[in-house]
């Protein structure tokens, strides 16, 4: 069982910087591919970015390669996603999931409902 909690949006203008966190609690963490997923209003949950269990593989969706960083340090339970250069489009709730891959350590998931735990989402809007 794994527990997520985002930290670190916020409300800023064009062309900022922010970076979320995702900390989790649990046992493993070492062992859970991660994603970050984002829900603008009105609109259906999408893919932003992933990161293998073991932090060697990312994978980014197209409109954000480029602009954001997915990256994790195990020995704190934590995952990020920088995001540079924010565009009013990137305005939206960020979510981090995470899925157990113990047998699959360099795997990446793209798709929500690979994912078996998510956390509460955090609130970021982009001011143009």
């Known amino acids: 069982q794994v527990q997520l909690v985002e930290s670190g949006g916020g409300l800023v203008q064009a062309g900022d910087s922010l970076r979320l966190s995702c900390a989790a609690s649990?046992?493993?963490?070492?062992?859970?591919?991660q994603g970050w997923f984002r829900q603008a209003p009105g609109k259906e949950r999408e893919f932003v970015a992933c990161?293998?269990?073991?932090?060697?593989?990312?994978y980014y969706e197209h409109s954000v390669k480029g602009r954001f960083t997915v990256s994790r340090d195990n020995a704190k339970n934590t995952v990020y996603l920088q995001m540079n250069s924010l565009k009013p489009e990137d305005t939206a709730v960020y979510y981090c999931?995470?899925?157990?891959?113990?047998?699959?350590?360099?795997?990446?998931?793209?798709?929500?409902?690979?994912?078996?735990?998510w956390g509460q989402g955090t609130q970021v809007t982009v001011s143009s």
């Open positions: 990161i293998s269990s073991r932090g060697e593989h990312t």
């Open positions: 649990g046992r493993l963490f070492g062992f859970y591919a």
């Open positions: 999931a995470a899925v157990f891959s113990l047998n699959a350590r360099d795997r990446l998931f793209l798709s929500g409902s690979e994912y078996d735990y």
